[in-house]
């Protein structure tokens, strides 16, 4: 087992229903196999849902609700896609101010797919360069993001480390990057 990531707790903020389960399980797992600790965390407790982009797919069980969860307590924060997930985030703002702590405590954050609309809405993509699920581009420039179309894109600005990648097709590129920034 690969220890890039000794021990440490890694936050995934997922809403209770429609994160793309590939988006969720397989950072997951990639955090695990470097020794971190993967901790989900969501808006309510209880268990989220997972999709395979319209289907339902599997549960898992929440360890920790976002009123409750402080970013000083994680090394860094993942935020999965699918299109109900980050959209649901947006919305409530313990989740929006969470997600904007590891900005403020520069720590490292990965995003995947429509995952970027927390950012945006989190007003932390200013100056970062940024990809995502195409849809998403004109909110990632209107937010003053500098989106660009690649598989995993990693942007050090100012204290932190944005790691970004646009769809399911690009996990393994996105796993490999997201360690690295977390270790």
Do not use: Y
Not at 7 to 20: D, S, T, W, Y
């Amino acid at each position: 087992m690969a220890t890039e990531l000794q021990g440490k707790a890694i936050a995934f903020l997922v809403a209770p229903e429609g994160v793309e389960q590939a988006e969720l399980t397989e950072p997951w797992k990639a955090v695990e196999h470097a020794g971190g600790k993967p901790t989900l965390v969501s808006t309510a407790p209880g268990r989220v849902h997972g999709f395979n982009h319209l289907d339902r797919a599997d549960d898992f069980a929440v360890d920790i609700t976002v009123d409750k969860a402080k970013a000083a307590d994680f090394a860094g924060l993942v935020l999965p896609g699918g299109v109900a997930n980050p959209d649901f985030l947006r919305t409530q703002p313990d989740a929006v101010e969470f997600a904007k702590s590891f900005f403020d405590s520069g720590k490292p954050v990965a995003v995947i797919c429509h995952g970027p609309w927390t950012l945006v809405e989190a007003d932390v993509l200013r100056g970062r360069r940024i990809t995502s699920w195409p849809s998403v581009k004109t909110d990632i420039r209107n937010a003053g993001g500098e989106w660009v179309d690649e598989e995993v894109v990693t942007c050090t600005h100012g204290p932190n480390t944005l790691v970004s990648s646009r769809k399911p097709d690009d996990l393994p590129a996105f796993c490999a990057a997201m360690v690295e920034a977390m270790s």
